[in-house]
């Protein structure tokens, strides 16, 4: 059964970058698509975004410009950076795995979270 | 205000069947697929139906889906007091180039 570990730092001051990775315990990583959502205090979830093992990304256009998400196949991880980071950016973090057929974009596979909180 | 609009709320009795719908456009559900999740109160996110109406491995079979035009809907039968949480129904948007989500629906079982 695959399972998404994920880490990083979970206290930040404004203006610093949030740096998280998600580790999978499968053999089949390069076979699937990989994203990050997100959950804000009281609000519902947000698509991040999204990456495969060849390294493809795509974006939330809202968060484009601060947003990085990269993959190290060798290892069975993939990451997300986000810079610039304000109180607005406080939420829970998920890295979750894309069902086949990857155009439905559901996550059948989720981390176990990471409450970021971004204050000075 | 989210792009897929949800009642905030719905409610019924034990036993009885609910329908939760999804409110979307010709960019989002009317051209992809739509899916449905759980949010119960400190678990992770569950994946319940993925593609309009198949359902994942590991999810109940008391939870199906619909979609016509440009709407969608997830229904509960044999509701049962484990089944409140919070549920969202998500797509993939043409106009936006990304995954929108609804705004939720918190199911009460009375």
């Known amino acids: 059964q695959m399972q998404l570990q994920q880490w990083g730092a979970g206290l930040l001051k404004p203006s610093e970058t949030l740096s998280l990775t998600c580790g999978v315990h499968s053999d089949s990583f390069s076979d699937f698509y990989w994203a990050w959502i997100r959950q804000a205090p009281g609000t519902g979830l947000e698509w991040i975004g999204e990456?495969?093992?060849?390294?493809?990304?795509v974006y939330n256009p809202s968060l484009k410009s601060r947003l990085s998400i990269s993959v190290d196949t060798s290892k069975r991880q993939f990451s997300l950076k986000l810079s610039s980071v304000t109180a607005a950016d406080t939420a829970i973090y998920y890295c979750?795995?894309?069902?086949?057929?990857?155009?439905?974009?559901?996550?059948?596979?989720w981390g176990q979270g990471t409450m970021v909180t971004v204050s000075s | 205000q989210s792009v897929l609009t949800q009642p905030p709320s719905v409610s019924e009795a034990p036993k009885q069947r609910v329908t939760i719908s999804c409110i979307g456009s010709s960019s989002n559900i009317g051209n992809n697929a739509v899916n449905w999740y759980q949010l119960l109160p400190g678990k992770t996110p569950k994946l319940l139906i993925y593609y309009d109406d198949l359902v994942p491995a590991g999810a109940s079979d008391r939870f199906s889906g619909s979609k016509s035009g440009t709407s969608a809907s997830l229904a509960i039968s044999g509701l049962q007091s484990e089944d409140e949480a919070i549920y969202y129904c998500s797509a993939w948007d043409d106009s936006l180039h990304g995954v929108v989500f609804g705004g939720g629906t918190t199911l009460t079982v009375l």
């Open positions: 979750a795995k894309v069902i086949v057929p990857t155009a439905t974009r559901a996550f059948d596979i």
């Open positions: 990456i495969n093992h060849g390294g493809s990304t």
